[in-house]
């Protein structure tokens, strides 16, 4: 079986999700290729080789600079004829999802997007996935011929380590660089330091902190966990926040280790985004907040009490 594991690089730096994606890969027991696109590809191509990634395509170009998901997936549906891929591997990211259903299009292939869990059924790939914010879960396999396309939820494999690869150069042809769009320049989400999507720790805010003012000491509790802020959709259509920052249905399928809610009160809406993180601690003053019958810890309290002291033990015990 050849599979391809498409590596998505910011700024020239690998997205750990790829690395998942080559445990995923190595998993399924074929033939492991690997293609990264950037404006220079060979270092963040080295990475993936010596992680696992097989015969690892290094497509350099100015214009792959930027994700632009046209000219990805034609470069991308090049490289699939190339190495004859029966199964096609992505983030499930927002550009992961983006790119591939444009990909799948293009190849006029089936996709599944964001599978929790991948085996080898003979000489097919049965990819599971959750509906319905993980109320069902279906498995899914491909019929007949041609590419199986498939994007992977972060977090779910952890990181291939090491492996064996070799970096081979690729050039993309100019037909495949050639968009009805570019992108002429990318300012960082002001969301923080830590992506929302890879993050082991999340600490997200909701209405009962009842001000964009007060987010200050929900932020200052995820920066002293190493972890990444959140925010429900209520504060998000306030204004309080960006919407990088949302998480749930409309926002961001988060799968952290370790999952805050505060004075968020549960709406299922923001559960599918967040319901399979490994541990969830909610923080409401409302015993009877929805929140609390998927939290493993529950805090009845007042958000404004609760928060400053949580922060001040584990700067304490974390040295913050
Ligand atoms: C099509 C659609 C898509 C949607 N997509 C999303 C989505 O992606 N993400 C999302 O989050 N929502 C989404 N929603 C909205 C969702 O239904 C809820 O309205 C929203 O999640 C509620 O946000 P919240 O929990 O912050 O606010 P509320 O529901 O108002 O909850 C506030 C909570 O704070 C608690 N509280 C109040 N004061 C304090 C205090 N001092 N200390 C501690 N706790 C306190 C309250 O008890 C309450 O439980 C969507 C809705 C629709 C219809």
Do not use: C
Not at 110 to 133: F, Q, W
Not at 205 to 224: F, P, T
């Amino acid at each position: 079986m050849n599979i391809l594991v498409v590596g998505l690089q910011k700024d020239g730096r690998l997205l750990p999700a790829s690395f998942e994606l080559l445990e995923a890969a190595k998993g399924l027991g074929g033939n492991v290729h690997t293609v990264v696109m950037a404006e220079n590809a060979e270092e963040p191509a080295k990475e993936l080789a010596s992680r696992g990634g097989g015969k690892v395509m290094a497509v350099s170009d100015a214009k792959l600079k930027y994700f632009n998901d046209e000219i990805y997936a034609k470069v991308i549906r090049g490289i699939m004829d190339k190495v004859s891929a029966e199964v096609v591997l992505g983030p499930a990211t927002f550009y992961g999802k983006a790119l591939f259903a444009r990909l799948a299009a293009l190849a006029g292939a089936p996709m599944i997007s964001d599978a929790t869990k991948l085996e080898k059924d003979g000489d097919n790939v049965v990819a599971t996935r959750p509906h319905y914010g993980g109320s069902v879960v279906s498995s899914l396999v491909k019929n007949g011929e041609g590419p199986f396309m498939i994007t992977l939820r972060p977090k779910v494999y952890p990181e291939s380590k090491d492996g064996d690869g070799e970096v081979v150069s690729e050039s993309a042809d100019s037909s495949a660089l050639e968009a009805k769009m570019s992108v002429a320049e990318v300012k960082s989400e002001s969301g923080g330091a830590v992506s929302l999507t890879e993050a082991d720790v999340i600490v997200s805010a909701g209405r009962g902190l009842k001000g964009a003012d007060n987010l200050g000491m929900v932020k200052e509790l995820a920066e002293a966990l190493g972890g990444a802020f959140g925010a429900s959709r209520a504060i998000v259509d306030a204004g309080w926040t960006e919407y990088a920052n949302q998480v749930g249905q409309t926002g961001k399928t988060v799968n952290p280790k370790l999952y805050f809610a505060v004075g968020i009160s549960g709406a299922i809406q923001h559960l599918v985004g967040m319901r399979t993180s490994q541990t969830i601690v909610a923080i409401n003053k409302d015993k009877d907040a929805p929140i609390f019958n998927i939290a493993n810890y529950g805090i009845v309290g007042d958000a404004f009490e609760i928060l400053p002291a949580l922060t001040k033990k584990f700067k304490a015990e974390l040295g913050g």
